[in-house]
């Protein structure tokens, strides 16, 4: 009998998963495992609120593999160099003709793989692994010379064009035969595993499991996404579709997003501007493939690793803390902490903040979004740091730069909330409470940490030495 053994890694799902559909298909017999590398987790500044995500949202997957009579066995290992010996002995103690894996991007995932790969062939068992986290497979989505697009607006037209309407989505498999394996002294328990402390609050807000993803994935574009343009931009208003936590885990899949836009909504400009952000997701995605080095802390432009970042701790803290003086930063400062997860938004005011306003390393802000962010994912969270910082490609002209205030104003013009966040500044005025003044900043509320004139001024003379070289 064809065993077959499924690795899950970021597609926490059974529905629409490659991976999983193909071992079902090609034998009665399937296995899957699952290997956590709290080391590594670390190393990649994974945030706690993810890692307890991922910890609820195996639950959800076990139970479902159940239903199919696949069990899912856990693992623990320090880091990936470990996982090649591991996964060898697996696959020769059950016996195991095929494996199974959905691909990683990253260059430290990519490496990992590689190596896995090679004990496969070492031992003489077949692998096949799929495109999974991609809309459009890489190198697919070219220039007319050949090259990967640099800007976001031509890469989309190119990938519009080859996206069908509606994708191909794999059907969760029908039951296997359930069998009875050997116990492997290596093997773990899921409560043995090494999983970080996660209040009820947040864990409520975002409920784990495919069903909730899909079902959140539904209502958004039944109820929500016809006034996305409108509102997507206004913090106090659940506009946007709160799905990228389940994404960047692989609860639910972009390709069941882009199904979706098409098949429970009426084609409009919200839709396509939803359509639009999955695909800057893609864009990202793909930069990350091409230029991978961006994984290695490295601007995209060469050309800025010679700006002289400032150092300062103190300021840093105070950002990281929402404690800037700045009413709609501190806000969003501390919806990043109180929910791990923070409005789009706001991430491009307080990442052009950080780097303009403060002149402080882009990348400090990037691996505190990434230590904190639900839904962090290196490949857009680096499009989304670099594009603030005038590092990456297509990134905002350095001249570019938001002013906090003026944001404030615009978006959340009667303070909603700043109110909500920010609760000592809750008896301002709607004209008050967005920059409050030395007479009415209440005591303990910092004042601001910077003249913004001052530091738009400095960004933009640091900036333009760089151009003129």
């Given at each position: 009998m064809s065993h077959q053994l499924v690795w899950f890694r970021n597609d926490l799902r059974v529905s629409d998963n490659p991976a999983l559909y193909h071992a079902?298909?090609?034998?009665?017999?399937?296995?899957?495992?699952?290997?956590?590398?709290?080391?590594?987790?670390?190393?990649?500044?994974?945030?706690?609120?993810?890692?307890?995500?991922?910890?609820?949202?195996?639950?959800?997957?076990?139970?479902?593999?159940?239903?199919?009579?696949?069990?899912?066995?856990?693992?623990?290992?320090?880091?990936?160099?470990?996982?090649?010996?591991?996964?060898?002995?697996?696959?020769?103690q059950w016996e195991i003709e095929r494996l199974h894996f959905n691909h990683e991007y990253p260059i430290n995932e990519r490496l990992r793989d590689q190596n896995v790969i090679d004990s496969c062939r070492k031992i003489t068992v077949e692998y096949q692994n799929y495109h999974d986290q991609l809309l459009l497979p890489?190198?697919?989505?070219?220039?007319?010379?050949?090259?990967?697009?640099?800007?976001?607006?031509?890469?989309?037209?190119?990938?519009?064009?080859?996206?069908?309407?509606?994708l191909y989505l794999y059907p969760t498999p029908p039951s296997q035969i359930a069998i009875t394996l050997p116990e492997l002294a290596e093997e773990s328990g899921l409560k043995d595993i090494i999983w970080p402390n996660i209040s009820q609050d947040i864990q409520h807000f975002w409920p784990a499991g495919e069903h909730h993803a899909f079902s959140r994935l539904v209502n958004f574009c039944q109820k929500t996404i016809g006034n996305y343009k409108q509102h997507r931009d206004i913090p106090s208003l659940g506009g946007t579709s709160r799905l990228s936590p389940y994404l960047a885990s692989g609860i639910i899949s972009v390709r069941q997003c882009w199904n979706a836009s098409w098949q429970y909504c009426e084609p409009n400009d919200s839709v396509h501007v939803w359509q639009n952000e999955l695909l800057w997701r893609e864009f990202y995605k793909h930069v990350l493939i091409d230029?991978?080095?961006?994984?290695?802390?490295?601007?995209?432009?060469?050309?800025?690793?010679?700006?002289?970042?400032?150092?300062?701790?103190?300021?840093?803290?105070?950002?990281?803390?929402?404690?800037?003086?700045?009413?709609?930063?501190d806000a969003a400062m501390r919806q990043l902490l109180a929910r791990g997860w923070m409005h789009n938004r706001l991430r491009m005011v307080t990442a052009m903040f950080l780097s303009k306003h403060l002149l402080l390393d882009w990348r400090l802000g990037e691996r505190w979004f990434m230590q904190h962010l639900i839904d962090g994912e290196l490949a857009a969270n680096n499009g989304g740091w670099q594009w603030s910082a005038s590092t990456g490609t297509d990134s905002v002209p350095y001249f570019r730069i938001f002013n906090p205030v003026t944001q404030s104003k615009r978006f959340d013009p009667e303070g909603e909330f700043i109110r909500h966040y920010v609760p000592e500044l809750a008896h301002l005025s709607d004209k008050e409470i967005h920059m409050p003044t030395k007479m009415n900043r209440p005591r303990g509320y910092p004042e601001p940490m910077v003249d913004l004139s001052v530091g738009r001024n400095r960004a933009l003379a640091t900036f333009k030495l760089l151009a003129e070289e």
């Open positions: 079902c298909e090609q034998g009665k017999a399937v296995s899957a495992i699952y290997i956590a590398t709290p080391q590594q987790w670390r190393e990649h500044d994974e945030a706690d609120v993810k890692i307890d995500f991922w910890r609820r949202n195996l639950l959800c997957l076990q139970n479902a593999l159940a239903e199919l009579n696949i069990e899912l066995h856990f693992f623990q290992v320090d880091s990936y160099q470990q996982i090649p010996l591991l996964i060898e002995k697996i696959c020769q890489p190198s697919t989505v070219r220039t007319k010379t050949g090259t990967p697009f640099k800007v976001f607006t031509p890469f989309a037209k190119e990938a519009k064009q080859q996206l069908e309407q509606s230029y991978p080095y961006v994984s290695r802390h490295k601007p995209w432009k060469p050309l800025t690793e010679k700006i002289e970042w400032r150092q300062n701790e103190q300021e840093l803290m105070a950002w990281q803390q929402g404690q800037t003086g700045f009413p709609l930063i």
